[in-house]
Nanobody, 118 residues
Framework: QVQLVESGGGLVQPGGSLRLSCAASGFTFSKFDMSWYRQAPGQERELVAAIRSGGGTNYADSVKGRFTISRDNAKNTMYLQMNSLKPEDTAVYYC????????????WGQGTQITVSS
């Protein structure tokens, strides 16, 4: 079965750092475009960062210069390095996989909570 499992979330102070991981199984990870989304209570789920199967990346304006997305195809794992965290980064963060234009092959993780607070 397909699984995407996020880890690395938790409570951090403003200005701190966290590294999220998304471990994938049950599909050919290297062929999939991967991304991180986040959702705060009462708000829409928004794209944070994406890394395509070919390695290209894009970021939401709100996280540019602070977050870095990467992937290790040999480990079937995607990462999000989060630096200079702000209270407005507080949200549930979700891992997403999609097989390019074949959107019927779209998978989501269960989410992990990130809370940025002093």
């Amino acid at each position: 079965q397909v699984q995407l499992v996020e880890s690395g979330g938790g409570l951090v102070q403003p200005g701190g750092s966290l590294r999220l991981s998304c471990a994938a199984s049950g599909f050919t990870f290297s062929k999939f475009d991967m991304s991180w989304y986040r959702q705060a209570p009462g708000q829409e789920r928004e794209l944070v960062a994406a890394i395509r199967s070919g390695g290209g990346t894009n970021y939401a304006d709100s996280v540019k210069g602070r977050f870095t997305i990467s992937r290790d195809n040999a480990k079937n794992t995607m990462y999000l390095q989060m630096n200079s965290l702000k209270p407005e980064d507080t949200a549930v963060y979700y891992c997403k996989a999609v097989l390019g234009r074949y959107t019927e092959y779209t998978y989501w993780g269960q989410g992990t909570q990130i809370t940025v607070s002093s």
